[in-house]
Structures are given as C-alpha cells and as structure tokens.
C-alpha cells in the first residue's frame, strides 16, 4: 500500500474497471468493486468526486427494501435531471484485491426514478477516505482519512 510521512497512507488497493458493463458510457470512468450489508456478492460503483453525494442504482435499493421508506425527502439535481428522493445512511465496503477492504456507513440518494448505476460521491463519502489512482495500471488505492 501506499506510505506517507513513514505511515500508511492507503490499506487497500483494488484493479478499477474503465467501464460499466450495464451502463455504457461514452468515455473511460473508474469504476470499483463494492459490497453492501445484507447482499450477496460485489457490485460495481462508478468512483465521482465530482458528485455532490453517492447514489445507489435502483437493484441495490430495491434489494435493500429501501425505497418507500418513511425518511424526508429531497431533490438532487443529476446528469438525467432533477430527481426526488431520499438520502439514506448504510455501510458500504470498497473491495481490495490486495491489503484491506474498507467499510464505512455513508449516505446514498435513493430515488425510485433513478436508472443509472450506483456512484460514490464526494460529500460523506470520498471527503472521509484517503484515495489515489495509478491509472496505467488501472488501480485504485484506498484507506481510513487521516
């Protein structure tokens, strides 16, 4: 993993994927591997420091049983438009192929309008880690924020 200053810097390391396999896009993104609490098997998480906050793709909420919950809801403006929905709190664990994976509880905008795939956003989520790319050997570092 990475060391800074004689100390870890990152603990996990993991291979990112350049596309989704479901949801095509026009240029190359970073896309990891993640597990969500009370699911079977990984899931694949489009990395987005650009995003105001993480959002999770309509077949991992729908598996959850989160949509139709009694939360407030609130609107995010997004690439497919302006959508209503809600942000829920739930542990996410990024996957390491190599070191350790991480787990931390994050909040996600579900909306049952949603149809792209499921991002990691800046705010509550990316602001908390420590990450960094080497992007010729398409692999994402990852660890705890300092």
Do not use: C
């Not at 949801?23 to 597990?35: D, G, L, N, R, T």
């Amino acid at each position: 993993m990475l060391i800074l200053d004689g100390k870890p810097f990152t603990t996990g390391r993991a291979r990112f994927f350049d596309q989704h396999p479901r949801f095509p896009e026009p240029s190359a993104k970073i896309y990891v591997q993640v597990e969500f609490a009370g699911l079977d098997g990984t899931w694949i998480a489009q990395v987005d420091t650009g995003a105001a906050y993480s959002i999770l793709e309509i077949d991992v909420a729908t598996a959850l049983g989160l949509l139709g919950l009694k939360k407030p809801w609130t609107r995010l403006s997004t690439r497919l438009g302006v959508l209503n929905g809600q942000l829920i709190r739930l542990p996410v664990a990024l996957v390491a192929d190599d070191g350790e994976s991480l787990e931390v509880e994050a909040p996600f905008f579900v909306s049952p309008d949603w149809r792209g795939g499921t991002f990691l956003g800046y705010t509550g989520l990316l602001d908390r880690l420590r990450f960094a790319l080497d992007s010729p050997a398409n692999l994402f570092y990852f660890g705890e924020g300092g």
